[in-house]
């Protein structure tokens, strides 16, 4: 595979679980954001964009060519059956590659096997390493949006909340993304759009220079756990006169016009009037020859937000870039974040509009995990419009903490398989 190691200073293996997950973990592996990539998936019917010898399955005996189905529980019951070959196939992927990678598991949220097997992956690499586990999360677009990809959604981000295997959840909008491009455009171009404010990212942490983001200071953003978001913007060097200046290119970004994320204060002000326990990470790009010209600047301005923000995880980076030219790119970083209550409770509306009756056997947001749904038990009611409340999303109460070492207490996996997998500590990576 083809990567630009030497542009990126910060080693992370990534994983695609589905179709959805795979095919963004393909693009950003053609624009060297990965060191190494590895996908798994429940259907052999997909096309899979990494090679051969990258490619872990996890067949559904019954069709393979059907996979999970649009079932997130399917793909989670697919997935531990198949634990023991995905922990050998991963040892055997990336054996060879950095022990101090950070790992990133990108899934389609909405569809069946990757919304139902990426929680359970994190959970299995949260024990076999300390390294940040980052997740890259799509929402569906409202035209792919139906009470069953809904429904998906809900379960899948009460797993990911309830036990908190993630750092850092970095959540794009897929309506953000399609907003940006052409009808005639490929899903690759598509898929490699979502990952461009990322790349610039890892490009410029550990850059050389005498005020650096580092690795470790990156990985101390990325640890801040709940939601993340990474901002970028290009400014004229002409507008680039004062740091009131650069304050305001720099929250315009945070807009909800100006990015993909679904990130909870895409209202600019909320981020600094809330109290969020977040981190704060700047990174200023200029033309080589003029960092020096603007560093006073540049620290200035760093200062003025570090007061304004008031948080103790504040890294700033400022380096030179030869693809800038009379242009400065200023690109933030803000993780802890809470989850996108607004967009939740669009996805909440759209599972309540499938039936005025429901088998409800998913989680509730507002109550925590639904005890009869873990046993295996449906309760018929009637839908009330809080019924899927994201209240303890935004003020982050715990969760129900499953066994820590099993997956199959998951929520996810109402049926458990009657096979067990032999459990090993961990990934083996040689």
């Not at 990258?54 to 989670?76: E, S």
């Not at 690759?188 to 983001?213: D, F």
Request: glycine fraction near 8%.
């Amino acid at each position: 595979m083809s990567h630009k190691k030497s542009e990126i200073n910060v080693p992370i293996l990534a994983i695609g679980c589905g179709q959805g997950g795979n095919n963004l973990i393909a693009a950003g592996s053609k624009l060297g954001v990965f060191e190494n990539v590895a996908a798994i998936n429940t259907t052999t019917a997909d096309e899979m964009l990494v090679p051969e010898s990258n490619q872990i399955h996890c067949p559904n005996p019954d069709n393979p060519k059907r996979g999970a189905g649009k079932d997130a529980r399917k793909g989670a019951e697919l997935f531990a059956q198949n634990i023991d070959e995905v922990k050998r196939r991963l040892g055997l992927i990336f054996g060879k590659n950095s022990s101090d990678a950070m790992y990133l598991i990108s899934a389609s949220l909405g569809g069946g096997s990757g919304n139902g097997m990426s929680p359970l992956l994190a959970r299995i690499l949260r024990k076999a390493t300390n390294q940040p586990i980052l997740g890259v999360m799509t929402l569906p677009e409202d035209s792919f949006l139906e009470p069953l990809a809904a429904r998906n959604v809900l379960a899948g981000l009460e797993e990911i909340r309830s036990n908190k295997v993630f750092d850092s959840l970095f959540i794009i909008d897929n309506n953000k993304v399609y907003e940006r491009v052409t009808p005639k455009e490929s899903l690759a171009k598509v898929n490699e759009l979502v990952w461009a404010p990322i790349q610039h990212t890892l490009s410029y942490v550990g850059h050389k220079s005498t005020a650096t983001m580092d690795v470790e200071d990156f990985e101390a953003l990325m640890k801040m756990g709940r939601c993340a978001a990474i901002y970028e913007t290009e400014i004229p060097e002409t507008a680039a006169t004062s740091a009131e200046q650069l304050r305001e290119h720099m929250m315009r970004s945070w807009k909800n016009e100006h990015h993909l994320y679904c990130a909870e204060h895409s209202d600019p002000d909320r981020l600094m009037n809330d109290g969020y326990l977040y981190g704060f990470g700047l990174i200023i790009a200029c033309p080589p020859d003029r960092l020096n010209k603007y560093r006073a600047l540049f620290e200035t301005f760093y200062g003025d937000i570090s007061r304004v923000l008031d948080t103790e995880r504040n890294y700033r980076g400022f380096v030179t870039d030869e693809s800038l030219v009379d242009t400065i790119r200023i690109i933030t970083i803000v993780t802890g974040l809470p989850y996108p209550r607004q967009r939740i409770q669009e996805i909440t509306e759209k599972f309540q509009e499938g039936s005025r009756t429901v088998v409800d056997d998913t989680p509730s947001f507002l109550a925590g995990l639904d005890r009869r749904a873990l046993a295996g038990q449906t309760n018929v009611q009637h839908v009330s419009s809080e019924s899927f409340s994201i209240l303890s999303l935004v003020d982050e109460e715990p969760g129900i903490v499953q066994d820590e070492d099993s997956i199959f207490s998951s929520p996810l996996l109402q049926h458990p398989a009657t096979n067990k997998p032999t459990k090993k500590k961990g990934l083996n990576f040689g």
